[in-house]
Nanobody, 123 residues
Framework: QLQLVESGGDLVQPGGSLRLSCAAS????????ITWFRQAPGKEREAVSC????????NYADSVKGRFTVSRDNTKNTVYLQMNSLQPEDTAVYYC????????????????WGQGTQVTVSS
């Protein structure tokens, strides 16, 4: 079982940037696909970005394409989400989740979740 811990959330002004981290422990990190989800108040949890185990394959929700970049450092067991040009609609709790083999936007197929980190975009 993989344990995940997110960090890096903060209050930022519109147009600002943040970098979130997802640190993993407890299992062989290299085998896992990592997906960033977010959940705004009153809304369903949605997939934001995914990175496959090698780091060579990534995908993004349309709402964040061109603004967010996902990366991973398997030597540090960490996945990052660089978020630029943040807007108020990006306000949410951001979670990382892990599974084997394939990226998926479906919440229920992920068994491993972090506790979340709050991102607030406001002036």
């Amino acid at each position: 079982q993989l344990q995940l811990v997110e960090s890096g959330g903060d209050l930022v002004q519109p147009g600002g940037s943040l970098r979130l981290s997802c640190a993993a422990s407890g299992s062989t990190f290299d085998f896992y696909v990592i997906t960033w989800f977010r959940q705004a108040p009153g809304k369903e949890r949605e997939a934001v970005s995914c990175i496959k185990s090698s780091g060579h394959t990534t995908n993004y929700a349309d709402s964040v394409k061109g603004r967010f970049t996902v990366s991973r450092d398997n030597t540090k067991n960490t996945v990052y989400l660089q978020m630029n040009s943040l807007q108020p609609e990006d306000t949410a709790v951001y979670y990382c989740a892990a599974r084997h083999h394939f990226c998926s936007a479906t919440v229920r197929v992920y068994d491993n979740w972090g506790q979340g980190t709050q991102v607030t975009v406001s002036s």
